[in-house]
Every structure is written in C-alpha cells, then in structure tokens.
C-alpha cells in the first residue's frame, strides 16, 4: 500500500473513531435534557462514523480472527496499565490538575480488570469456543468493569450505588 494512503486511513480511523465516541456523549447530554429526537439523530450519525471507522480498519489490516483480536486487545489493555495511564496519572498529580488525574486513575483500574477478562478470553478464543463469562456490569461514573463474584453495593474505585450500573 502507499505510504500516503496508509497514513490518511489511520488518520480517517482515529478521526471517525472519536466523532463516534463525541456524538454518543452527545447524545447522552441531548437525552438528559429530554431530546430525545436529537438524541436518535446523534446516536444514528455515531453509528454512521463507526461504519467508516471499520471500513477504514478493515483495510488498514486492522481486523482479523478472534484470537489475533484478543492479542491486540491485551496488548493495547497492558500499555495503558504499565505505562500509558501511570505516566499521565503522575503528570497530572504534578501539575494540580484534579479531575485529569481522577479520570486517568479511574481508567487505569478498570483497563487492569479488562486485561484480565482478555487473557481469559484468549484461552477459549484459542479453543475456538466461546467465552463462559456471565454478566458483565459497567460503573456509568469511572467505567469500573464487574464480570464474577457477589455484586458489591458501591463501586469499588468511585463509590457510586451499584444499582447504577449498567448491564450486559
Ligand atoms: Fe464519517
Ligand atoms: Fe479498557
Ligand atoms: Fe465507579
């Protein structure tokens, strides 16, 4: 492939990446206000982005089988762990900024759990079957990820009732 079309389809994939991610926090701020015809239109527009957003993985070989995926998967959780979140983590204790650090802290300890819960996938993916995982709940407040055992009353990392918490 050409050098330049290379770059521009990874420039393409992180561009219509974050429109999808803005028009669903959008989208959410529409429907708190009780807009809920803004609120489909921006979802519908965000799931537009996430079409090019694939297309233009798929052809930057960004796609493959189940189990290459978790690979990716679990390398890109165990940097933002080891490295990418514990350095923006103490740049932003250093410089006073509260909620950057908040934000950052909140992220590395559910990016710890989403590593775990992808080397286990890897496992059965590697088996070519499928994962015996059951529910999974989401903190809609730091993203805290809650996939075995006893569901507590209050999130673990921010404190929030766990009644909140979204199911999948
Ligand atoms: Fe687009
Ligand atoms: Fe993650
Ligand atoms: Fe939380």
């Known amino acids: 492939m050409g050098e330049m079309t290379k770059e521009f389809l990874h420039e393409a994939?992180?561009?219509?990446?974050?429109?999808?991610?803005?028009?669903?926090?959008?989208?959410e701020v529409a429907e708190k206000k009780g807009f809920e015809n803004l609120a489909r239109m921006f979802e519908a527009i965000a799931y537009?982005?996430?079409?090019?957003?694939?297309?233009?993985?798929?052809?930057?070989?960004?796609?493959?089988?189940?189990?290459?995926?978790?690979?990716?998967?679990i390398e890109g959780e165990n940097f933002e762990v080891d490295e990418m979140y514990p350095v923006y983590k103490a740049t932003a204790e250093m410089q006073n900024e509260k909620k950057a650090k908040t934000g950052?802290?909140?992220?590395?300890?559910?990016?710890?759990?989403?590593?775990?819960?992808?080397?286990?996938?890897?496992?059965?993916?590697?088996?070519?079957?499928?994962?015996?995982i059951g529910e999974i709940y989401i903190c809609p407040v730091c993203g805290y990820t809650?996939?075995?055992?006893?569901l507590p009353d209050n999130c673990p990392v921010c404190g929030v009732k766990s009644e909140r918490f979204k199911k999948f």
């Open 146 to 150: 809650h996939y075995k055992g006893e």
């Open 104 to 132: 950052f802290h909140y992220a590395l300890e559910a990016e710890k759990i989403h590593e775990k819960m992808y080397k286990k996938a890897k496992e059965h993916a590697e088996k070519e079957e499928d994962m015996d």
């Open 48 to 73: 537009a982005e996430f079409v090019h957003a694939k297309n233009h993985a798929k052809n930057l070989g960004l796609v493959k089988e189940v189990a290459d995926n978790i690979d990716k998967c």
């Open 13 to 27: 994939f992180a561009g219509e990446s974050m429109a999808h991610m803005k028009y669903l926090i959008y989208a």
